[in-house]
C-alpha cells in the first residue's frame, strides 16, 4: 500500500477509528479514576566529615563520607530504619509493606541522601519523610566502625508539603490511552480495510493474479436482458465489450482456437451477460462461435434465448442425444449456442465423467470460439471441473463488490486443478473508480477494419 492508500482507509473508517480513540480514552479515565491518590515528600540527609584540624584530613573525611553514602541510602530503606520511624508515625504493619512506599538516593556528585516517602495526604507524606530522615540520622551515628564517630548525618530541613498529587499521573495515562486507542483503530481499520478491500480497477486485479485484465465495462442501471452490442450498438457499454472482445483475440493461447470458462469468485457478477455480448460480437467478427452453458444447477442461457432446456450439454454428455441435436442456432450467423439440459442427479459427477470429456472435446474442434458460462468459484466443484476439462479461465469481477480475498480464492481455484486464469473482466465499473476507455477498441472487425 502507498501513502495516499493509508489516507484513504483512515478517511473511509474514521468513525470506527474514533471509537476505538475513545474507547481507549475512557479505560484511561477508568484507571485515573480507580488509583488512589498518592503524594510524596522528599527531604535531605547530608554526610559531613565530624572533624579535621588540616585541609587534608577534611578532605580524607569528606571522601570517606562520599564512599559512604551508598551505603546509607541502602540502609534508609532497610528495616534498621523503617521499624523506627513507623513507630514514631504510629503506623502498624510490617516494614516490608512501608518499605514499598519508600525510596533513597544519592544526589549526583554530592554526600546528600534525599529520601522521599509516598502517602494518601500531604501531611501525611511529609510526617512520614521526616520520620524515615530522623532514623536514618540516628542509624548513621550508631553504625560507625569501632565506635569512632568519622560521618555525622544531619536533617537538611523538614519535608515540604507537597502541592500536588504525584499519582494518579492523568495526563499521562489519558495521553497514552489516547495513543494506544488511536493505534488500535487505525490498525483495526487497517484489518478490515485488508479483509473486505474490493477489486474496484485493474491496479487491483494485479494483487491477486498476474493474468491481464482484457475488459472493463461501465456500470448501467438499465441494462435490458437482450444484448447491449444488440440492442444498442453504439453504446459506451457496446464499446467496452468491443473492446473486451478484441483483446481477448489477440491474447495469445497457444494456437488458433480458443475454449475458456467464463467464471467468478462468487454468484451475481454478470457471466452470462458477459458471455451472450463476446459472443455475439465474436461471430459478427467472422469467429465460429459457441456459447455452451455450464450451470447445470442453475442455467440461464436458454433463458436469455426464450429457449427450454429439454436437450442440452447433460443429454449429450449421457448419450442421451447427439451433439448435433443439442447444439441450437441463433438468428447470428456464427454464433450457436449449446443450452445446459436437463439438471442431473449429481452435476458434479456428469462434470467429471468422461462423456463430459468427449463432448468438450469435438466442441474444442468444431469451433474457433467456445465460451463456457460457468457457476461461481464458491460452493460447489462445478466450476473448478469445467475449468479442469477446458485449462482455462476468464475471470469476472464484479468491481467494487468482489473482495481482493474472494478474488484471490477463486485465483487459487482455477489453480488448484492445474488451471490457468488467461485474463480478468471487471464487469459493472462506477464512473470514477476506473474506466474501459483504458482499453479501446483496436483496428479489426470489432473495431474498424482489420481481422485476427
Same mark, same amino acid.
Given at each position: 500500500?502507498?501513502?495516499?492508500?493509508?489516507?484513504?482507509?483512515?478517511?473511509?473508517?474514521?468513525?470506527?477509528?474514533?471509537?476505538?480513540?475513545?474507547?481507549?480514552?475512557?479505560?484511561?479515565?477508568?484507571?485515573?479514576?480507580?488509583?488512589?491518590?498518592?503524594?510524596?515528600?522528599?527531604?535531605?540527609?547530608?554526610?559531613?566529615?565530624?572533624?579535621?584540624?588540616?585541609?587534608?584530613?577534611?578532605?580524607?573525611?569528606?571522601?570517606?563520607?562520599?564512599?559512604?553514602?551508598?551505603?546509607?541510602?541502602?540502609?534508609?530503606?532497610?528495616?534498621?530504619?523503617?521499624?523506627?520511624?513507623?513507630?514514631?508515625?504510629?503506623?502498624?504493619?510490617?516494614?516490608?509493606?512501608?518499605?514499598?512506599?519508600?525510596?533513597?538516593?544519592?544526589?549526583?556528585?554530592?554526600?546528600?541522601?534525599?529520601?522521599?516517602?509516598?502517602?494518601?495526604?500531604?501531611?501525611?507524606?511529609?510526617?512520614?519523610?521526616?520520620?524515615?530522615?530522623?532514623?536514618?540520622?540516628?542509624?548513621?551515628?550508631?553504625?560507625?566502625?569501632?565506635?569512632?564517630?568519622?560521618?555525622?548525618?544531619?536533617?537538611?530541613?523538614?519535608?515540604?508539603?507537597?502541592?500536588?498529587?504525584?499519582?494518579?499521573?492523568?495526563?499521562?495515562?489519558?495521553?497514552?490511552?489516547?495513543?494506544?486507542?488511536?493505534?488500535?483503530?487505525?490498525?483495526?481499520?487497517?484489518?478490515?480495510?485488508?479483509?473486505?478491500?474490493?477489486?474496484?480497477?485493474?491496479?487491483?486485479?494485479?494483487?491477486?493474479?498476474?493474468?491481464?485484465?482484457?475488459?472493463?465495462?461501465?456500470?448501467?442501471?438499465?441494462?435490458?436482458?437482450?444484448?447491449?452490442?444488440?440492442?444498442?450498438?453504439?453504446?459506451?457499454?457496446?464499446?467496452?465489450?468491443?473492446?473486451?472482445?478484441?483483446?481477448?483475440?489477440?491474447?495469445?493461447?497457444?494456437?488458433?482456437?480458443?475454449? +475458456?470458462?467464463?467464471?467468478?469468485? =462468487?454468484?451475481?457478477? &454478470?457471466? $452470462? *451477460?458477459?458471455?451472450?455480448?463476446?459472443? %455475439?460480437?465474436? @461471430?459478427?467478427?467472422?469467429?465460429?462461435?459457441?456459447?455452451?452453458?455450464?450451470?447445470?444447477?442453475?442455467?440461464?442461457?436458454?433463458?436469455?434465448?426464450?429457449?427450454?432446456?429439454?436437450?442440452?450439454?447433460?443429454?449429450?454428455?449421457?448419450?442421451?442425444?447427439?451433439?448435433?441435436?443439442?447444439?441450437?442456432?441463433?438468428?447470428?450467423?456464427?454464433?450457436?449456442?449449446?443450452?445446459?439440459?436437463?439438471?442431473?442427479?449429481?452435476?458434479?459427477?456428469?462434470?467429471?465423467?468422461?462423456?463430459?470429456?468427449?463432448?468438450?472435446?469435438?466442441?474444442?474442434?468444431?469451433?474457433?470460439?467456445?465460451?463456457?458460462?460457468?457457476?461461481?468459484?464458491?460452493?460447489?466443484?462445478?466450476?473448478?471441473?469445467?475449468?479442469?476439462? +477446458?485449462?482455462?479461465?476468464?475471470? =469476472?469481477?464484479?468491481? &467494487?463488490? $468482489? *473482495?481482493?480475498?474472494?478474488?484471490?480464492? %477463486?485465483?487459487? @481455484?482455477?489453480?488448484?486443478?492445474?488451471?490457468?486464469?488467461?485474463?480478468?473482466?471487471?464487469?459493472?465499473?462506477?464512473?470514477?473508480?476506473?474506466?474501459?476507455?483504458?482499453?479501446?477498441?483496436?483496428?479489426?472487425?470489432?473495431?474498424?477494419?482489420?481481422?485476427?
Amino acid at each position: 500500500m502507498e501513502l495516499a492508500d493509508y489516507v484513504a482507509v483512515a478517511a473511509a473508517r474514521w468513525r470506527s477509528i474514533l471509537a476505538v480513540l475513545l474507547a481507549g480514552l475512557l479505560v484511561a479515565a477508568w484507571m485515573v479514576w480507580r488509583t488512589p491518590v498518592e503524594y510524596k515528600a522528599t527531604t535531605n540527609v547530608l554526610l559531613s566529615p565530624v572533624s579535621g584540624e588540616t585541609a587534608g584530613e577534611l578532605t580524607s573525611g569528606t571522601t570517606f563520607a562520599e564512599s559512604q553514602a551508598n551505603s546509607f541510602a541502602v540502609i534508609a530503606v532497610s528495616q534498621l530504619v523503617l521499624e523506627p520511624a513507623m513507630k514514631d508515625l504510629g503506623l502498624e504493619g510490617s516494614a516490608e509493606s512501608f518499605r514499598g512506599r519508600v525510596s533513597a538516593r544519592v544526589l549526583s556528585k554530592t554526600t546528600i541522601i534525599a529520601v522521599t516517602v509516598s502517602a494518601g495526604t500531604p501531611e501525611g507524606a511529609a510526617e512520614a519523610a521526616d520520620a524515615v530522615a530522623r532514623q536514618l540520622v540516628a542509624a548513621v551515628g550508631d553504625m560507625m566502625p569501632g565506635g569512632e564517630q568519622l560521618v555525622r548525618a544531619r536533617l537538611v530541613a523538614p519535608a515540604m508539603l507537597p502541592g500536588a498529587p504525584s499519582a494518579p499521573a492523568w495526563k499521562r495515562i489519558l495521553a497514552l490511552g489516547a495513543i494506544i486507542g488511536l493505534g488500535c483503530g487505525y490498525v483495526q481499520a487497517l484489518i478490515r480495510a485488508a479483509i473486505g478491500r474490493r477489486v474496484r480497477v485493474s491496479k487491483d486485479v494485479e494483487l491477486v493474479t498476474s493474468a491481464p485484465v482484457i475488459g472493463m465495462v461501465r456500470f448501467d442501471p438499465d441494462t435490458g436482458p437482450v444484448p447491449v452490442t444488440l440492442a444498442d450498438p453504439e453504446s459506451r457499454r457496446s464499446r467496452d465489450y468491443r473492446a473486451a472482445a478484441a483483446n481477448l483475440r489477440f491474447l495469445d493461447f497457444g494456437g488458433e482456437k480458443l475454449a +475458456v470458462v467464463f467464471t467468478s469468485a =462468487v454468484a451475481g457478477e &454478470g457471466k $452470462t *451477460t458477459m458471455v451472450l455480448n463476446l459472443g %455475439a460480437l465474436l @461471430a459478427r467478427a467472422g469467429a465460429k462461435t459457441l456459447l455452451v452453458d455450464g450451470d447445470l444447477r442453475n442455467p440461464g442461457l436458454a433463458r436469455g434465448f426464450g429457449w427450454d432446456n429439454s436437450v442440452g450439454l447433460t443429454t449429450a454428455a449421457t448419450g442421451g442425444a447427439s451433439l448435433d441435436s443439442a447444439i441450437r442456432r441463433t438468428g447470428q450467423p456464427g454464433l450457436d449456442v449449446l443450452p445446459a439440459g436437463p439438471a442431473p442427479p449429481d452435476p458434479a459427477a456428469l462434470l467429471a465423467s468422461p462423456g463430459m470429456g468427449k463432448v468438450f472435446y469435438e466442441l474444442a474442434e468444431r469451433y474457433d470460439y467456445v465460451l463456457v458460462d460457468s457457476r461461481s468459484l464458491s460452493g460447489h466443484p462445478d466450476a473448478a471441473l469445467l475449468v479442469k476439462l +477446458v485449462g482455462q479461465a476468464i475471470l =469476472v469481477v464484479r468491481a &467494487g463488490q $468482489t *473482495t481482493l480475498s474472494q478474488a484471490s480464492r %477463486a485465483v487459487a @481455484a482455477v489453480e488448484a486443478v492445474f488451471g490457468q486464469v488467461c485474463g480478468v473482466m471487471l464487469n459493472r465499473v462506477r464512473q470514477g473508480s476506473g474506466s474501459s476507455e483504458l482499453f479501446p477498441p483496436p483496428p479489426g472487425p470489432l473495431g474498424d477494419n482489420a481481422g485476427r
